[in-house]
Each structure stands twice: as structure tokens, then as C-alpha cells.
């Protein structure tokens, strides 16, 4: 698995990934998330395709704004679910932002009927008790220092 940049060479291919039909009201399209990181500058937008070889199978977006680094998106296109690339994006990125010297990293998600809050608890993130303004509930997934070993 590998984090690529987005570039005219690959956006068509990116932008095309989708998520299963029911998964749709919890996920934004790559489109919807590239037009949010353009409009909001100041959030320090951090996107990546994610590849399987020469196959991008997913889409990651950060809110890269230290000393809060939040997850804004994440998006495993409906063909390749179910193979443990959400987890493997998720590890990435928390080695990512722990190099950085964050100690947490923060998600949200709407909560309803197939939502993914079990994905991000199993993996180790936690409900911090707060929900943001659009009603989403905010998570965190704490890190351990470089060199201090997983948390996972």
C-alpha cells in the first residue's frame, strides 16, 4: 500500500473510487473532499491517493494543522473493501502524524445504522465525549512517542 499525491496524471482515475451505496451519507466523494480542501485553506489540507500497485483503491485526507492533526477523510473504494486497507491507510497515517511529534490524532463521524465508529474503535481510537457542530462524534487515537511502540 502507498500514499500518492494527486496529480493531473491520476485525479481522473482518484476522483472515480466510490463506496458502497449505503455507505454514501458517511463518506464523501473525492470530488466533494477535494472542493472542501480548496475552500478551506487554513485547515492545511493533506490529501493522498491510496495505491495497491499501479491501482488507486482509496483516498486519505488530513486536516494538516499542528499541533491538531485530524482525519478528515478517509474512503476505500467499494471493490477493495474488506481487505484491510482502511487499516493499513489508518496505521500509515498514525506512524505519519506520530514522526510529526503528535501525540493524538482526531477523527469524527456521523453517527447512524452502518456507521463507521466500530471500524475506528477497533482500531484504537477513542470518543473524546465531544460532537462537533454538525453532530459528528469526535474521536481521538492516541500515539505513542517514535520508538515507544504501538499502541495497537
Do not use: H
Not at 502507498?2 to 476522483?15: F, H, W
Not at 473510487?17 to 493533506?46: G, H, N, Y
Not at 474488506?82 to 514522526?99: F, H, Q, S
Amino acid at each position: 500500500m502507498q500514499l500518492r499525491e494527486i496529480t493531473d496524471d491520476n485525479r481522473k482515475r482518484v476522483r472515480a473510487l466510490r463506496v458502497r451505496r449505503e455507505q454514501r451519507r458517511f463518506v464523501a466523494s473525492v470530488t466533494e473532499s477535494l472542493e472542501d480542501a480548496a475552500a478551506e485553506p487554513e485547515a492545511r489540507p493533506w490529501a493522498r491517493a491510496v495505491y495497491l500497485g499501479d491501482e488507486p483503491v482509496g483516498f486519505v485526507m488530513l486536516s494538516w494543522n499542528a499541533p491538531d492533526y485530524f482525519l478528515w477523510r478517509l474512503l476505500v473504494d467499494k471493490r477493495y473493501q474488506g481487505r484491510g486497507i482502511g487499516r493499513a491507510v489508518l496505521t500509515r497515517i498514525a506512524d505519519l502524524v506520530r514522526e510529526e511529534g503528535a501525540d493524538e490524532l482526531l477523527t469524527s463521524y456521523e453517527p447512524g445504522p452502518g456507521d463507521p465508529g466500530p471500524f475506528y474503535r477497533k482500531f484504537g481510537f477513542e470518543p473524546t465525549g465531544e460532537v462537533d457542530d454538525d453532530g459528528e462524534i469526535v474521536l481521538r487515537l492516541p500515539l505513542s512517542p517514535p520508538g515507544a511502540g504501538s499502541n495497537r
